[in-house]
């Protein structure tokens, strides 16, 4: 386990790896960092709300993430990234709460339009930016957390 309610097998869980036959397990140095992002990120915001959630997007080896259209160079791949939604709580709150209470490296509100849309993309690294973006399909990334609802 990674943290109480988080385990590795959750954050290396991938359909597309599975799929396509592609080996998705971590190194040390990537699992001291998904570590890292379970003790400092996704326990406290389970603690906070007291909601049981998925990751939808943790550790992705160089192979999956190519594979996915992502790049080998992604926080992903070195284990300190996570995309999640916490079901019945809107994103934008959601990104709120991290910023206000958590140590983050990026805080990305990504593809939302308005309450449980889009996900949220939160990493961590040994000197965390604090950096906060938004993403859209039309703008790409902005600077802030922005609400174009």
Known sequence: MLSENFSIKEL???QTAERQGINNNPGADEIRYMKMLAEKILQPV???YGIPFSV???YRCPELSIQIGSSKKSQHCKGQAADFEVP???NMGLCNFIKDNLEFDQLILECY???NTGWVHCSI???PR???LT???HNGYRKGLIDDS
């Open 130 to 132: 604090g950096e906060l």
């Open 46 to 48: 389970r603690d906070n």
């Open 56 to 58: 939808s997007s943790g």
């Open 135 to 137: 993403f859209d399909r």
């Open 12 to 14: 290396i869980k991938s």
């Open 113 to 115: 339009t308005g309450g």
């Open 125 to 127: 690294a040994d000197e």
């Open 88 to 90: 019945g709580v809107a």
